[in-house]
Antibody
Framework: QVQLQESGPGLVTPSETLSLTCIVS??????????WNWIRQPAGKGLEWIGR???????DYNSSLKSRVTISADTSNNQFSLKLRSVTAADTAVYYC????????????WGQGTLVTVSS | QSVMTQPPSASGTPGQGVTISCSGG????????AYWYQQIPGTAPKVLMY???QRPSGVPVRFSASKSGTSASLVISGLRSQDEADYFC???????????FGGGTRLTVL
């Protein structure tokens, strides 16, 4: 059973880069048929999809964040990362990584989430 | 402002049934599978439904869902106090090339 765990700093300085890693166990990020996603949720608000990658394809990004986001894979360590540049207080949120299946053939699996606060 | 529309709140008494709607468009629910999530405040979203009406193992049969055209619905029968949570719908949007979510419905069990 695949499990995902987010890791990274809980506090980021405004204008700096937010960097998070999603460590995957029980499944390979190199396997075909899966999409590896980042999603965030500001306190008291709804869910916002940030972007995704899949093995052998180009990443997709939320158009509202595209200029500041990079999602990349580290296949040797079976993990993938999120980098969000030039952060502001509006980027303060709980960040989740999640695996979705191509063709909706399985239920998505989410990590437990990690709170990132942007503050000086 | 969310791409998909849900009522902000819903309520029911224990034992009753409640339906939560999600209105999307031709490029998201109309073209792709709908998903439903339950989120108890302070915890990660839990998948209730995928592929429109498929329950992951462990989700009680009290939860059911359907899709018609560009809308989806989640039905909870036999309400329990532990069903108090926020419920979100989701779908892939072919035009935006993005996952889109409803704004969420806060369910209160009176």
């Amino acid at each position: 059973q695949v499990q995902l765990q987010e890791s990274g700093p809980g506090l980021v300085t405004p204008s700096e880069t937010l960097s998070l890693t999603c460590i995957v166990s029980g499944g390979s990020i190199s396997s075909s048929g899966y999409y590896w996603n980042w999603i965030r949720q500001p306190a008291g608000k709804g869910l916002e999809w940030i972007g995704r990658f899949y093995s052998g394809g180009n990443p997709d990004y939320n158009s509202s964040l595209k200029s500041r986001v990079t999602i990349s894979a580290d296949t040797s360590n079976n993990q993938f990362s999120l980098k969000l540049r030039s952060v502001t207080a509006a980027d303060t949120a709980v960040y989740y990584c999640a695996r979705a299946c191509s063709g909706a053939t399985c239920a998505p699996t989410w990590g437990q989430g990690t709170l990132v606060t942007v503050s000086s | 402002q969310s791409v998909m529309t849900q009522p902000p709140s819903a309520s029911g008494t224990p034992g009753q049934g409640v339906t939560i709607s999600c209105s999307g468009g031709s490029s998201n629910i109309g073209a792709n599978s709908a998903y439903w999530y339950q989120q108890i405040p302070g915890t990660a979203p839990k998948v209730l439904m995928y592929r429109n009406n498929q329950r992951p193992s462990g989700v009680p049969v009290r939860f059911s869902a359907s899709k018609s055209g560009t809308s989806a619905s989640l039905v909870i029968s036999g309400l329990r106090s532990q069903d108090e949570a926020d419920y979100f719908c989701a779908a892939w949007d072919d035009t935006l090339r993005a996952w889109v979510f409803g704004g969420g419905t806060r369910l209160t069990v009176l």
